[in-house]
């Protein structure tokens, strides 16, 4: 398993800035990724972030929107820059764990940003 | 291609009844299936995963849910609900190689008193 946190918990921000969230992981992982949980509704999937290699965006997110940076293997940060109220939402990181059969996904808290 | 749907975005049981929460899959390889639990206010906590062993699976808190590939389904079961279950619950499906998690819509679980 893993314990994964995540800092801040919540913010309110001004339209036009950027929040970096960073997310800790307490074991060494390979792949970590970002998610998207809008009000409501299920996870969105932002990126991929592997330590040693540019972050993998999915359709609809841009890199210049949501910079990633993965320096090691147990942490990873997400920016949302030049942020507008269509970005309130709940930012999930979570990192795949090796298990006996399979990979396992496990969450963090999750940070509540809300842009006013 | 793979995918989720979980029917029923909102379900309501009584204190003490049966929970039954559905997911179907799509997969075009053999799933890993998962259930994951939302509490309010927090993150994604796994409630049990199937990976191809026994078809009936427990998980954590008295949940089960049983792998039947003739209907691509992967429901969620508890026998007695409790108040602490009233929670959003997302099921789950990936590659047996893991690379990609796919999940449902979410179900949110209101227990009456």
């Known amino acids: 398993s893993a314990v994964i946190s995540q800092k801040p918990s919540r913010d309110i921000c001004q339209r036009g800035t950027s929040l970096t969230i960073q997310c800790q992981v307490d074991s060494q992982v390979t792949m970590m990724f970002w998610y998207r949980q809008q009000p409501g509704q299920s996870l969105t999937l932002i990126a991929t972030?592997?330590?040693?290699?540019?972050?993998?965006?999915e359709s609809g997110f841009v890199i210049d929107k949501f910079p990633i940076s993965r320096p090691n293997l147990t942490f990873s940060t997400l920016t949302v820059s030049n942020m507008s109220p269509e970005d309130s939402s709940i930012y999930l990181c979570s990192a795949f764990v090796s298990g006996t059969v399979t990979y396992e996904q496990y969450f963090g808290p999750g940070t509540r940003l809300t842009v006013t | 291609a793979q995918s989720v749907t979980q029917l029923g975005s909102h379900v309501s049981v009584s204190e003490g009844a049966l929970v039954l929460l559905r997911c179907n899959y799509s997969?075009?390889?053999?799933?890993?299936l998962f259930w994951y639990v939302q509490y309010p206010n927090q993150g994604l906590q796994l409630l049990l995963k199937?990976?191809?062993?026994?078809?009936l699976v427990k998980g954590i808190n008295g949940f089960e849910a049983e792998f039947k590939k003739s209907e691509t389904s992967f429901h969620l079961t508890k026998p007695s609900a409790h108040m602490s279950d009233a929670a959003e619950y997302f099921c789950a499906v990936s590659q047996n190689t893991g690379n990609q998690f796919y999940f449902g819509t979410g179900t949110s679980l209101t227990v009456i008193p």
């Open positions: 972030a592997n330590q040693g290699s540019e972050a993998t965006y």
């Open positions: 199937y990976t191809s062993a026994a078809t």
């Open positions: 997969s075009s390889v053999p799933p890993y």
